[in-house]
């Protein structure tokens, strides 16, 4: 069974830049994450799916990011503009259950 | 506020030893918990879970514990690998359902050979 596949898997730009990250979860899955991991600390949730409806979007800078879940399977993440701030690991993770399998993540450095 | 704390940023043992990985949280709403393994440049991995109704839980050389009225949860493996070298998360969920996971901020495990 395929895993969480998130591309790119790096991407560095420049600050006010738009970037975009794109996530096709498991098969099956109706929950998929977007969280967001900055160095020497746990991931930390800023979006979640039921399907197409996003049911918890409260950590979500709602301001420069934005989500989309498109017939309830993959989905992107994008940030417009971005801040050096902005530099951390984006990780997609997809579940059915309380066990959610996570992406390899996308690496965004911002210059 | 952190809801889940991992006070232990790093633990070495010496392979074939016992590793305990510690994880603390405040949020009595908690009522599952889960521990995750993380390789660099790879994204966190499910190791095990337990839930509020339990006080163990099981799965060959890796053992969860859990002490609610302490609100406290460990992370055994035994014996100690040096594969098992990795930063350990740990997680936990509401009993709302939602599936929201809190994660705490890891401990790294070095197993030295």
């Known amino acids: 069974e395929a895993g969480v596949v998130q591309s790119p898997r790096y991407k560095i730009i420049e600050k006010k830049q738009p970037v975009a990250f794109w996530c096709n979860p498991i098969s099956g899955h109706n929950t998929l994450y977007w969280y967001r991991q900055n160095l020497g600390q746990g991931p930390e949730l800023l979006i979640r799916y039921e399907n197409e409806e996003a049911v918890d979007d409260s950590q979500l800078p709602k301001d420069r990011f934005s989500a989309e879940r498109l017939k309830g399977v993959d989905s992107t993440l994008k940030i417009q503009p971005a801040e050096l701030g902005d530099s951390a690991v984006y990780l997609c993770?997809?579940?059915?259950?309380?066990?959610?399998?996570f992406g390899q993540g996308t690496r965004l450095t911002v210059v | 506020d952190q809801q889940v704390k991992q006070n232990s940023p790093s633990l070495s043992v010496q392979e074939g030893r016992i590793s305990i990985l510690n994880c603390d949280y405040t949020?009595?709403?908690?009522?599952?918990f889960l521990w995750y393994k993380k390789y660099p440049a790879e994204g966190p991995t499910f190791l095990i879970s337990?839930?509020?109704?339990?006080d163990k839980n099981e799965d060959g050389r890796f053992t969860v514990f859990l002490n609610k009225s302490a609100k406290h949860l460990s992370l055994h493996i035994v014996p100690s690998q040096p594969g098992d070298s990795a930063v350990y998360f740990c997680?936990?969920?509401?009993?709302?359902?939602?599936?929201?996971?809190?994660f705490g901020s890891g401990t790294r495990l070095l197993v030295r050979p």
């Open positions: 337990i839930s509020s109704i339990k």
């Open positions: 993770a997809s579940s059915y259950g309380p066990e959610a399998f």
């Open positions: 949020n009595s709403m908690f009522d599952y």
């Open positions: 997680a936990a969920s509401p009993m709302d359902s939602s599936y929201k996971l809190i």
